[in-house]
């Protein structure tokens, strides 16, 4: 299982994640191409290499000079602040809503998975800057996020993340700075308001530390809540390649985003287990609530019989799932059953490898997975609903189909 840490010692900006990600990949060609099909023009990318304390790292440069596609005249440099020499913030940028970003992200000739990545990214700045201003979401116009130089960026990590198509992907705590910095609405404290606002919406693990000045733009921001699913030390992972994207500004130490790509070592994952004995919900209850919790990334949900005090008859519920949707999860065990409490604890689990396959038969498709065991021994399962829906189909017996 091959995934992506993000060292964010340095914070983390998007033409940083840009540059990280083009490390790993080492595919300028490939990235230039795929961001061609946004189709949209008045811009030039440079991809550098720079050095920060000795490190190198590479460094992409968006530089917007004319009119975009909108016909709009503009003069814009890159939108990540703290990896420039100069206040970033006193160029122009265009103002757009989310429905202009996301019409652009939609004519494109992009594939859907990467197009869908970088709307989600987006949505969550539109939402922030909603909250922020106190406008309805439809009415907030972008200042930073509505330029060319940051749909490439979030666009571009979208390209580059699904190239990679990591299985998993975790981030250190944060690193933001503090002090004050200048942008479109006058002096503001650092972290500036759009990326408290999403570091409070995604639950964000970050920390201040000594350096004066922005370390994290709300891009950044956005683009690693939406891909890291943990905030923590790097897991055990035996490293392929080390990306490094490089800012421009002096803070001290080597600004650089670190992100390490290999295998975790261990097939052991953290779970957690959720239980909760229920003797007064009935029995529809109690499948509506099995229904809820696995359609809400539950891993395994079940019920067994026990007894209880004064020897009644009632049901043990146990729920499996990863520690992001605990919370979820338990406010669904309340709302749906008669439970006042429940208990959790983080247990291990070892997985095989697993993959997605299409299994080619005489009657059609059927959609299954291989599964691979530590010593190389391949099993193919087929899955029931394809093959359910396959015999419906073609009126033929499901115990014919599992024999193929």
């Given amino acids: 299982m091959k995934?992506?840490?993000?060292?964010?010692?340095?914070?983390?900006?998007?033409?940083?994640?840009l540059g990280a990600l083009l490390d790993i990949i080492d595919d300028e060609k490939y990235f230039l191409n795929e961001i061609k099909k946004l189709n949209i023009d008045g811009y030039k990318i440079e991809i550098l290499k720079k050095e920060s304390y000795g490190i190198n790292g590479r460094y992409v440069d968006v530089i917007v000079d004319g009119k975009d596609e909108y016909g709009h005249i503009h003069h814009i440099q890159d939108e990540n602040s703290h990896n420039l020499d100069k206040e970033h913030h006193h160029h122009h940028?265009?103002?757009?809503?989310?429905?202009?970003?996301?019409?652009?992200?939609?004519?494109?000739?992009?594939?859907?998975?990467t197009k869908k990545l970088a709307k989600e990214i987006f949505l969550k700045v539109a939402k922030a800057e909603s909250k922020v201003h106190g406008k309805p979401i439809d009415k907030v116009h972008f200042h930073e996020v509505g330029a060319i130089d940051s749909i490439i960026d979030i666009v571009g990590t979208a390209i580059l993340i699904n190239k990679i198509d990591p299985s998993f992907i975790v981030s250190s705590v944060i690193n933001e700075g503090h002090g004050f910095i200048v942008c479109a609405h006058g002096k503001m404290s650092v972290p500036v308001p759009a990326t408290s606002q999403i570091f409070a919406d995604e639950n964000v693990k970050f920390k201040q530390i000594d350096v004066?000045?922005?370390?994290?733009?709300p891009t950044g921001a956005a683009i690693i809540s939406t891909l890291a699913?943990?905030?923590?030390?790097?897991?055990?992972?035996?490293?392929?390649?080390?990306?490094?994207?490089?800012g421009l500004k002096d803070i001290g130490y080597s600004n650089l985003l670190k992100v390490y790509y290999g295998e975790m070592i261990s097939s052991k994952s953290d779970m957690y287990v959720i239980e909760t004995n229920?003797?007064?919900?009935?029995?529809?209850?109690?499948?509506?609530a099995m229904e809820k919790l696995l359609k809400n990334n539950?891993?395994?949900?079940?019920?067994?019989?026990?007894?209880?005090?004064?020897?009644?008859?009632?049901?043990?519920?146990?729920?499996?799932?990863?520690?992001?949707?605990l919370d979820n999860l338990l406010e669904i065990i309340f709302k749906e059953t008669t439970t006042i409490g429940a208990r959790f604890y983080k247990v291990d689990r070892a997985e095989l490898k697993r993959e997605k396959i299409e299994i080619d038969t005489k009657y059609g498709k059927i959609s299954g997975k291989k599964i691979t065991t530590p010593k190389g021994e391949v099993y193919v399962y087929p899955e029931y609903e394809s093959i359910k829906e396959l015999a419906e189909q073609k009126n033929i017996p499901l115990k014919e189909l599992y024999k193929l």
């Fill in 3 to 17: 995934g992506l840490y993000f060292d964010c010692s340095s914070g983390i900006s998007g033409n940083m994640t």
């Fill in 93 to 113: 940028h265009e103002h757009r809503n989310l429905n202009d970003v996301n019409e652009i992200i939609d004519r494109s000739s992009l594939d859907d998975k």
């Fill in 212 to 217: 004066d000045t922005e370390l994290v733009t």
């Fill in 229 to 246: 699913k943990d905030y923590t030390i790097m897991p055990e992972m035996k490293l392929e390649k080390v990306g490094y994207g490089a």
């Fill in 278 to 288: 229920i003797d007064d919900s009935n029995g529809e209850e109690l499948g509506y």
């Fill in 298 to 325: 539950a891993k395994d949900v079940f019920y067994t019989p026990i007894f209880m005090k004064k020897n009644r008859p009632a049901y043990k519920l146990e729920v499996i799932c990863e520690k992001e949707n």
